[in-house]
């Protein structure tokens, strides 16, 4: 079972939103897609489930095209946070629209999580506050049983035992392999640990694809306590600068080997210790220069 | 699937169709009570409906109108709302993404739309005919005849399906309400002078049909009917590529902003051409409508200019 977007383009009043996307998606893969505000994040979803009609290209769910084959596109949820119906609606009044559209959709489980998260059934969605609305929203997506699930910023604006909860959800969620989250955010570190792959868009198209756990596998963080506060020859050309405060130095070394380590050793530093490498991190070291991460921040 | 889609549109909108329903039947009983308040204040025997309901002709008097007017404002409004609600509500969100083709949905929802319509219809024609059957004293006449009723409830039904028609197409391109609102009263009241236009030329001879008025009725019917058919099936295809970023906007389909435009100045100008009395009205009314309308369809990259040469003036 896979997801593909093939080429898919966007152009609203005469500018190109996105243009050429193409990525596969499988259900067990928690996906992220970062780019600064107004990069075509949400124009690309909405361009993926047919609110938007594409200019070009297509998506597949399992090699149909869900424009030839709409019924495929029960297997992909979406709900837009900006634009969507449910606000003259309360609470139980929801799942009557969603078991129409999703057969999968688990009622029961629907009625345990509003109970779970506090939510009272009777009220009406746009009585809610930012955070249960997002509550249910999240709660929607996990029990329509979709297999392709698109979460457009869950955690803008959301404090922090609410992030909690829905970062616990999601990764539950795909515990089975049987379901996949696309989730877009204009911030790294909400996306850090719960991603194992990275969408970068930038410039309406998609820069790059980055398998997490590969780039892991070989990059360090280090923090340096040297001698004097000169900047060694090793680092400037194999490391990429996160911090300097005097003496001490943070360090991104995206292919670490025996030979930087042992040349980092010879310089006798103060500390030299291995810190956890976050999202962030990486995104600095690889696309600093040539991806405008920067800009994201 | 269809049982699904059917059920959905139904769930959506089953308040809109049973508010309608009730509206319409309360109007229907208000006009009822205000005529029998009417024919209490009358003397002696009297006779409701004239003898010329047993004419195959539309029958329409002031005390009883075999097709109320009202019904025509109750499908102008259902195909309204019906349109316009899915999209300012972004219920058009879940229904393209809900996995049934949109041809489904859009065929769904005109057939469940005009059904509530014809059950409206037959519940207020009920009530209004109901009150007077059982309320009317018996020295007050109410006598019914075929010919005059069906003529009446064809031409009365064919003229709500072309005014269902009518606002169910505008709601499909036009994403302001307001805007929309007042586009559709705007050329609802025209087609009276479109009206004028048909009569002036059948007295003058000038279609050379000579039709009588039970033939000027049919013809009327028959117009709206196609024209119904026709707003119905184009719909079709725009809905088919209705995309959902023009939401907001006065034309949804940006494609369609010169045709309008065309067909604006060419409409209002002709109406008043034929209508006015000398040339001089004619080209004012031209040039009137070409401005307005330029600047009703393109005011949004107006008023941006306006608002950037404002700042850049007081900058």
């Known amino acids: ?33 970062v780019g600064r505000n107004g ?16 200019d070009a290209g297509q998506v597949l769910v399992d090699d149909h095209p869900i424009q030839q084959a709409p019924t495929r596109q029960r297997e992909i949820f979406f709900l837009d946070t900006q634009y969507n119906f449910l606000s003259n609606y309360s609470l139980k009044e929801l799942p009557d629209f969603y078991s129409l559209v999703y057969p999968k959709f688990d009622r029961q489980r629907y009625g345990e999580l509003l109970r779970h998260f506090d939510l009272n059934a009777g009220d009406q969605y746009r009585r809610l506050s930012k955070g249960m609305r997002a509550m249910v929203n999240i709660i929607l997506a996990l029990t329509s049983n979709a297999t392709y699930l698109i979460l457009d910023e869950p ?52 820069a790059h694809d980055y398998n997490l756990e ?48 042992q040349q980092l050793r010879a310089l006798h530093p103060v500390l030299l210790e291995e810190l956890p490498l976050t999202l962030e991190d990486l995104f600095r070291a690889n696309l600093a220069h040539d991806t405008g991460y920067q800009l994201l921040k | 699937m269809q049982n699904q889609v059917t059920k959905l549109i139904w769930r959506r909108h089953r308040r809109t169709f049973v508010l309608a329903g009730l509206l319409s039947m309360l109007v229907a009983v208000a006009n009822d009570l205000i005529t029998l308040h009417g024919l209490n204040q009358t003397q002696g025997h009297y ?8 004419h195959w002709e539309v029958y329409n008097t002031s005390n009883f109108p075999a097709y109320s007017f009202w019904l025509l404002i109750v499908a102008w409004l259902l195909g309204l709302v019906l349109m316009n609600q899915d999209l300012t509500d972004n219920f058009n969100q879940f229904l393209f993404s809900s996995g049934f083709s949109r041809q489904r949905v859009y065929w769904t929802k005109l057939w469940q739309g005009l059904l509530a319509m ?22 007050i006449g109410f006598h019914l005849a075929w010919p005059g009723l069906i003529t009446s409830w064809g ?35 025209s ?50 590529h209705l995309s959902l970023e023009h939401n907001g906007e006065y034309l949804l389909f940006p494609g369609l902003r010169v045709p309008v435009y065309i067909v604006f100045v060419v409409y209002v100008t002709g109406i008043n051409g034929f209508n006015g009395t000398d040339t001089y009205s004619t080209i004012i009314s031209f040039l009137v409508s070409a401005a307005f309308g330029y600047f009703w369809l393109w005011r949004p990259g107006i008023m941006a200019k306006w608002h950037r040469w404002r700042s850049q003036r007081e900058g």
């Open chain 2, 118 to 139: 014809l059950v409206i219809v037959s519940l207020t024609l009920a009530v209004q005919y109901g009150i007077f059957w059982v309320s009317l004293p018996a020295r």
């Open chain 1, 1 to 33: 079972m896979t997801l593909q977007v093939k080429q898919l383009s966007k152009q609203i009043n005469k500018h190109q939103i996105i243009s050429d996307v193409t990525f596969n998606w499988a259900p067990g893969e928690i996906i992220g897609l």
């Open chain 1, 155 to 206: 955690f803008d604006g959301l404090d922090v035992i609410v992030r909690e909860n829905i970062a616990t959800m999601v990764i539950d969620e795909v515990a089975d392999q049987r379901k996949g989250f696309l989730i877009s955010s204009h911030d790294l570190n909400e996306l850090d640990g719960l991603s194992d792959r990275v969408l970068l868009l930038k410039d309406s198209q998609l």
């Open chain 1, 214 to 261: 590969a780039i892991r596998e070989t990059a360090k963080k280090i923090q340096l306590v040297l001698p004097d506060k000169t900047i060694p020859a090793v680092l400037k050309e194999h490391s990429h600068l996160i911090r300097v405060s005097g003496r001490v130095l943070v360090v991104v070394i995206t292919d670490y080997t025996d030979a930087i380590d």
């Open chain 2, 47 to 54: 006779e409701l409906v004239k003898a010329s309901i047993n």
């Open chain 2, 191 to 240: 087609l009276s002078g479109v009206a004028a236009i048909f009569e002036q030329l059948d007295s003058n001879g000038g279609l050379g049909w000579n039709l009588s008025g039970a033939q000027v009725a049919w013809l009327s019917a028959g117009s709206w009917v196609m024209a119904a058919l026709i707003l119905f099936i184009w719909g079709a295809y725009l809905y088919q």
């Open chain 2, 155 to 189: 031409y009365g039904l064919a003229g709500s399906l072309g005014m269902f028609a009518m606002c169910w197409f505008a709601a499909l391109i036009v994403g302001q309400t307001g805007a929309l609102v007042v586009t559709l009263i705007g050329f609802t009241l």
């Open chain 1, 39 to 54: 990069v075509g994040k949400t124009t690309l979803f909405r361009t993926m489930v047919n609110h938007y009609v594409a």
